[in-house]
T-cell receptor
Framework: NAGVTQTPKFRVLKTGQSMTLLCAQD?????MYWYRQDPGMGLRLIHY???????AKGEVPDGYNVSRLKKQNFLLGLESAAPSQTSVYFC????????????FGEGSRLTVL | LAKTTQPISMDSYEGQEVNITCSHN???????ITWYQQFPSQGPRFIIQ???TKVTNEVASLFIPADRKSSTLSLPRVSLSDTAVYYC?????????????FGIGTKLQVIP
């Protein structure tokens, strides 16, 4: 079982470049999330989606855009990367049932020079 | 949002029982308590979830007193492979995790 798959796992960008992180889940989950994790900061929610075609802002949405055109995919875009966006990005999904658990991908390490 | 407080780090010897306590004084009636484990270079992994009293699974036990203002994750007979960061989350995850926040967690170091 693949679970939650993130691509790419590593990427180095120059300031101002754009890129897209792809998250794919094969568990038919309704909810999907993008988090970033920085040293000493825990995980912070960037954007989330409660179903196909929906997106919403989380705690730290500035500088990022997302799309959920298909239920199984959740894309995170950086239109103009900044050094402050150097981080490890985690995608997660959860079912719509009550008291569900989050299933995380293995992370994508992004460095912006 | 319910705020949680847990120790930043803990050390334990192999074979010992480890108890990590999390304080959540303003927990709401609908909130559940959930614990996740994260190894280096991996995403967090669900360990256990509970609402009140005691919950036990093959990995851990979760103790929740009657007032629910704190909870304790108990890991029996830890091994080196239990070295990880443990997160205590409090929130109503019914309908999604968008209002449930991760703190910085407790870094558990198991010593040989």
């Amino acid at each position: 079982n693949a679970g939650v798959t993130q691509t790419p796992k590593f990427r180095v960008l120059k300031t101002g470049q754009s890129m897209t992180l792809l998250c794919a889940q094969d568990m038919n989950h309704e909810y999907m999330y993008w988090y970033r994790q920085d040293p000493g900061m825990g995980l912070r929610l960037i954007h989330y989606s409660v179903g196909e075609g929906t997106t919403a802002k989380g705690e730290v949405p500035d500088g990022y855009n997302v799309s959920r055109l298909k239920k199984q995919n959740f894309l995170l875009g950086l239109e103009s990367a900044a050094p402050s966006q150097t981080s490890v990005y985690f995608c997660a999904s959860s079912p719509s049932a009550n008291t569900g658990e989050l299933f995380f991908g293995e992370g994508s390490r992004l460095t912006v020079l | 949002l319910a705020k949680t407080t847990q120790p930043i780090s803990m050390d334990s010897y192999e074979g010992q029982e480890v108890n990590i306590t999390c304080s959540h004084n303003n927990i709401a009636t609908n909130d559940y308590i959930t614990w996740y484990q994260q190894f280096p270079s991996q995403g967090p992994r669900f360990i256990i979830q509970g609402y009140k009293t005691k919950v036990t699974n093959e990995v851990a036990s979760l103790f929740i007193p009657a007032d629910r203002k704190s909870s304790t994750l108990s890991l029996p007979r830890v091994s080196l492979s239990d070295t990880a960061v443990y997160y205590c989350l409090v929130g109503d995850s019914g309908g999604g995790y968008q209002k449930v926040t991760f703190g910085i967690g407790t870094k558990l170091q198991v010593i040989p």
